[in-house]
């Protein structure tokens, strides 16, 4: 009589274990554009021509691929338990924008260098459109090339917070914009 109660009670209480995570790869042309899992910005689609693995859960999900001198490439796909779904793509180029225009490069955030070797925390979007994420911007030799005018920055980064800075471009001069103050 007790063994039919405590298999109910087994069957009731539910497992405690979390499902298993699944995996999403993305590698293509450009190999540094932005992986968004459902709206969500997970990292760089590659770090050095080695395609990022990053863990979800299982089910389905939107993956768009971006990167801010393309158009976008968004597809549905299947996750599964413990298996690595792998997506490939090339993006269109957009027509580069025209002289005069000044560049944004962001600092304050660690010690600046000629490259950084993380996987790059927090998308960075000026007006609203995607440009790249912090640890690209960065670099001493990095930057964002724009027409003359008045900016909005919104970086949203687990490590940084969430940004939000008016800015000015100017033409043929470099706009430092500190993201830590």
Same mark, same amino acid.
């Given at each position: 009589m007790l063994l039919p109660a405590l298999l109910a009670a087994s069957v009731f209480a539910g497992s405690?274990?979390? +499902?298993? +995570?699944g995996y999403v790869k993305a590698s293509g042309s450009p190999e540094d554009a932005a992986v968004f899992v459902n709206g969500k910005f997970v990292g760089p689609a590659s770090r050095f021509t080695v395609p990022e693995k990053y863990e979800l859960q299982a089910g389905s999900v939107e993956v768009t691929i971006r990167d801010p001198r393309c158009q976008d490439y968004t597809t549905k796909v299947s996750v599964a338990p413990g298996k690595t779904t792998?997506?490939?793509?090339?993006l269109t180029f957009v027509e580069p924008i025209?002289? +005069?225009y000044g560049a944004l490069r962001l600092t304050g955030v660690d010690q600046e260098s000629y490259s950084t070797a993380s996987a790059g925390d927090g998308a960075v979007y000026i007006n609203g459109k995607y440009y790249g994420y912090v640890d690209e911007l960065k670099t001493i030799t990095s930057g964002v090339l724009l027409n003359p005018g008045s900016y909005t920055l919104s970086i949203?980064?687990?490590t940084y917070g969430d940004i939000r800075r008016q800015f000015k471009i100017e033409a043929n001069k470099t706009t430092l914009l500190p993201v830590a103050q």
């Open positions: 405690t274990e979390s +499902p298993k +995570p792998h997506i490939h793509y090339k025209k002289p +005069p949203d980064s687990s």
